[in-house]
Every structure is written in C-alpha cells, then in structure tokens.
C-alpha cells in the first residue's frame, strides 16, 4: 500500500516494531493520514483474522476422532504427487509428516526423485518413508527431467482415484484428504481445489491466506488463483495428457487450465487446507521472483483462450505482475446503446455527456436521455442542444421515479446490441472504457460487464458487488485508495461477480430480454443486484473490470436512503431480495465472495 519507492533500510528490518514505526511515517509523508488510518485497520483485520485460521491446520482430538470414524461409500484413493529435487532434509521430512498426520487414511504418497549425487540423504529418507508405511512410492529417477517430467513420472507411480499435487517442500493441514474425499463422497466432483496458506518456517507463521472464489474462469486467466491444494478425478488427467514441459515454470497453471476445460464440475472448498513454504526466490512470495516461470504462465493462458476459440492478446498486467487478456472485438464493431436516466442537474448530466464524447476511444455508440419529472428550464433547454447536435435522443417516462420501469422504457428505444446503463452522475476517466466491457460481454459465456467507479477523492466506490452480506448485498472495497490491487489482486485484474452496479453497467442487448429486464418491483434498490442474479441464473458469466475506470459523483440526483419514507423503501426492497435468492444469504452464500470474510465483511479482509 505504501507507495514509497525506497526499501526499508537494514537498520530498520532488524527490528520489527521500528520496522513498522519506519514504514508508518514513511506513508504519513507520502499518502497523508487518512489513507495512513486506512492502512493500519485493514492489516489488523487480516492480521487477527489470520491468527484465527492459522490454528486450524491441527485438529483437535474431537475432530481427529470424528474425521477418522467417518466411512465414505465412495473411498477414493487419493495419490499425492510429489516430484523430489535436492529438497531440504527437514522440510522433506515434514512434507512426509503432514502426509502421514492426514485424519482420512486412504491415500499413496508418490514420491519421484531427480536429486543429484550430492544430494544422496533425499533418497535415503524417502526409501526409510516407504519402507515404514507402504502407501509412499519412492522412486529414483535415472535423470532430472525437469519439473513436468518428475511430475509425470510420479503420475505414473500412481494408483488412486483421484491426483493432487504436493511440492516437496510443503504441508498439508491435518484434515486436508478428508476434505477432498468429502467432496467427492457429496458431489461426485472430478476437479477439487482449496484455500491455501503461505508460511515460512511454520504453519503457525502464516503470513497469509488466499480465500479463493468458487471457479472464476476470467479471474484464472489473469493468475492462476486455483493452484493449491488441487486434486482431480485420474480419467480427467490421463485425457488432459499430462504435464507440459514446454511450460515448467508455470506447468501447474497450464495443466489446471487443460483439465478446466475437460471437467464437468468444478468444486471449491473454502478452507485453508494447503501451506505453502516460501524461501527465498519462491514463487509463492512472487512470480516475477522467477521471470522464466511468468512468460510460462503467459504463454499458458494464450494457448488455453485459443483452445476455447477465443481471440485475443495475453500481455501483462500493468497494474500486478499478473496476466491481462485483450479480447479482440468482433467487426463489425457493434452499436453501444448508452441509457442514461436523468431528472434536473443539467450541469451534472453535462459533465457525463462530455466525458463520453471527449474521452471515449470507442466510437460507435448512441446516448438515449430517459428524462423523469424534471421542472427546471435549463435542463429542457440542454436537451434541445443535445438533439439538434445529434449527440443524444430524449424519450420521456412521465410516471414516478422508478430505476427498473425508466431503464426498460429506455431500452424499446436502443438500438445497440450491447446495453450499457449508465447514471447522469458518472464522468468517463478511462478512454477505452467501451471497449473493457465489450470484449468481455460479445463472448457469449458473458451476459454483463461493470468497472472499477471512484469517489472523486480517487478512493474507491464500486469494486463489483457481494450478494448475501450486510444484510443484502454491497460494494466491495469502498474507499480503498484507487492504487490499491485489493485483496489478492481482485481490484487489479479481470474477475467474475455474482453482481456489478447498474451505474456503468453493460449488458448483452439479447441477454437483457431473456432475463425480462430489470424488475419493476425494486423501484430504487438492488434492482441491478437482481438483474445480474437472474443473468448468472441462466449460465451467463458477470465479470468486474477493473482496468476501466469512471468517477461516480454517488446519488447526486435522488439523494440518500436514510430516513422516513425512503428508509422503509429501502428495507422492504431488501427483503425482497433476501426472498428472490435465498441461497445468496445461507450456507456457503456467494460462491465469490470467500465464507471466510465473514457476511458483514466488504474489503475481502483476509
């Protein structure tokens, strides 16, 4: 979060407390005192959030107990490849602990070795291993064959139902096997990933834990989120072939994007059951610490969106060091059919209309002006300017203000084959905003589009919606500072959503009609929240950008739901909701917003 360009000096890094008092008026000088406030909140609330979790890796004696007496009807054998390399004495030794400590017993333990001479003890603590329990397979390998080629020679030692891998340095939380095999045992999945951990010495250590959504297929392509612990059914992964040397470095991202693409469910389990050592040059603490492995990971991701018979560029993210697709637009390029409600403050419709003609670099859209109850004679007289310059049509809804019925009236007169509902109140930022959400929304797996929108302070306002918390659904990440990646990087790369807002939101022209439109019983609230649900319902994708942004000047023109009248509008609007999508609010809730960020929770604090 700190933007300061300088390291930490060594006299500062030898202390942890003045390393901190170092790093807080460093950022006190550089981002000023709110966003400073801002900084130390939000790493308590992962900090304590983190010192709860990390105690789950051990089970308590009522959970071993429980866990071991459980008899699952479907018993999969679960194989864990692990593909040895001059690793470290003690961390192999605890790697094979970790295994060895599972509550579910019915697992093999394939260990493939490409050590070199002088790292002979791998061998001997592998063979006593597999001498003492006879589910470790150990074999020698004549040769290094790189890290695909071990991989799959531990493949081939395998006999189980399902594969996962386990790397040589890493652990695995007591209840890690029994967790998959539940899955299985519920849902017949045949691809299983988890939340993961990283640690440096100790799972009691951890310095963070990745709470992962339910399968996000955008969000994969711009990293690979899945990544541990993952275990997939072996007919999944005998006809994905393997894996691929041409990627190693980043051989798991590729081989978790091939069998994405051949499973018939994807399950997630949202509890941290991996822990993932970090060293230095590790991976786990940064990509880029090993470039080879990042033009791996990108090559990956363009030989996956061709094999879908997607077009388009994989480049790197500017923002992380992560990957970012550029869709190509189909041409004919399509008409955007921009709906814009509007009662009064001409002056802020004017500053949206010209921020959408100065600064956007897509050109073939049309702006339709639903104007709604508006008394004053400088907002008529700005909508005859905007006719006679050709720059928009106005169309009049005469009843009272109702987002859902004035946005459906609206769109009988769009033309476009994408929808793009936009608030009086946005002012364009990003030229190529039109085209961030049409990539995404001509791809016919995507039935809508939303953006990164800001407060005119540049913190953030809109950073995609969570369904089923505080009460009824929110924006995510409000007033992060706009430089912020957020959590795991989820306000710097392309993901999926249950929800965006409908103040930029586009929409497939065809899609909308088969939803029936924005319902006209939630007049003012979660009308768009609603929307995006019936589109998820029907199998089409949501997807939050970020690299496009706006500025939302919020609620300029109807004002705020505090008190009276509107407060009560408010809450019955939430009950609906609440009555609407009822899993949205139970049990797991939205399958990309983590149960572990709790439902009262808007910042992905981890």
């Known amino acids: 979060m700190d933007k300061g360009s300088k390291p930490v000096p060594e006299w500062a890094n030898k ?15 550089n981002e000023g005192f709110s966003q400073t406030v801002f900084a130390a909140k939000y790493v308590t609330r992962r900090w304590q959030k983190l010192r709860q979790l990390k105690k789950d890796f051990y089970l308590s004696e009522e959970k071993r107990a429980a866990q ?14 692990t593909p040895l390399y001059n690793t470290d004495e003690r961390h192999l030794r605890e790697m ?14 394939c260990l493939a070795d490409g050590s070199d001479d002088e790292h002979a003890y791998v061998g001997e603590v592998a063979r006593r291993c597999a001498e003492a329990d006879g589910r470790i397979s150990y074999k020698k390998l004549e040769k290094n064959l790189g890290i695909a080629g071990n991989v799959n020679a531990a493949i081939e030692m395998s006999e189980g139902d399902y594969i996962a891998r386990l790397d040589h340095d890493d652990l695995l939380a007591e209840g890690a096997l029994f967790e998959i095999a539940r ?30 959504p339910c399968w996000s297929p955008d969000f994969m392509r711009a990293c690979n989120y899945v990544c541990h612990l993952m275990a997939a059914r072996r007919s999944l992964v005998e006809r994905s072939g393997g894996y691929d040397s041409a990627f190693d470095g980043s051989e798991d991202y590729d081989f978790t994007l091939r069998l994405s ?9 949202a509890l941290p059951l991996y822990y993932w050592r970090i060293h230095a040059g590790s991976v786990a603490d940064d990509i880029s610490a090993k470039p080879y492995a990042y033009d791996a990971a ?44 509007s009662c009064d403050h001409s002056e802020v419709l004017r500053r949206c209309i010209d921020s959408i003609y100065e600064k956007s670099s897509y050109k073939n859209f049309e702006i339709i002006i639903c104007e709604n109850n508006s008394r004053e004679k400088a907002t008529f007289d700005y909508y005859e300017t905007l006719e006679k310059e050709g720059r928009a049509r106005v169309v009049k809804w005469e ?68 369904v089923g918390i505080c009460g009824s659904a929110a924006n995510l990440c409000p007033l992060f500072p706009r430089e912020h990646e957020g959590y795991m990087s989820r306000l710097a790369v392309a993901s999926d959503m249950s929800a965006c807002t409908a103040a930029c939101l586009m929409v497939r022209s065809e899609v909308f009609d088969e939803t029936g439109g924005f319902d006209e019983e939630l007049a003012v609230a979660f009308n768009d929240v609603d929307l995006c649900l019936k589109i998820r319902d029907r199998g089409y994708l949501v997807v939050f950008n970020p690299v496009a942004e706006c500025y939302h000047y919020e609620s300029r023109s109807r004002g705020y739901d505090k008190k009276g009248a509107k407060k009560a509008r408010m809450e019955r609007e939430k009950e609906l909701l609440r009555q609407k999508w009822p899993e949205y609010f139970e049990g797991e809730g939205d399958p990309y917003y983590n149960r572990n960020f709790g439902k009262n929770s808007i910042s992905y604090d981890a």
Not at 15 to 29: P, S
Not at 188 to 198: L, S, W
Request: hydrophobic fraction near 40%; charged fraction near 20%; aromatic fraction near 10%.
């Open 183 to 212: 899955a299985v045992e519920e849902g017949g999945y045949d691809f299983i990933y988890t939340d993961e951990a990283t640690f440096i010495n100790k799972p009691s250590d951890s310095r963070s834990m990745h709470f992962k």
């Open 15 to 29: 202390n942890q407390i003045v390393k901190l008092a170092y790093k807080t008026v460093r950022m006190l000088k």
């Open 298 to 341: 990108r090559r990956a991701v363009q030989a996956h969106i061709g094999r879908l018979g997607l077009k388009g560029e994989v480049v790197y993210s500017k923002a992380v060091p992560m990957m970012r697709v550029i869709y190509e637009i189909a041409q004919p390029y399509p008409l955007v059919s921009i709906i814009i409600p």
């Open 399 to 466: 009843g009272a203000f109702n987002f859902s019925a004035i946005n459906n009236f609206a769109r009988g007169f769009a033309k476009g084959e994408q929808l793009l509902f936009l608030n009086n109140d946005i002012e364009v930022i990003t030229p190529g905003w039109l085209e961030e959400m049409l990539m995404f929304t001509q791809r016919p797996d995507v039935g809508a589009c939303g953006i990164k929108l800001l407060y005119p302070n540049n913190t953030v306002q809109h950073g995609g919606i969570a």
């Open 261 to 269: 693409e051949l499973s018939g469910g994807i399950k997630h389990i």
């Open 96 to 109: 094979i602990e970790s295994v060895m400590a599972q509550s579910y017993k019915n697992w093999q333990l």
């Open 68 to 81: 071991e007496a459980t008899v699952f009807s479907s018993n999969p054998k679960i194989s864990l490849i």
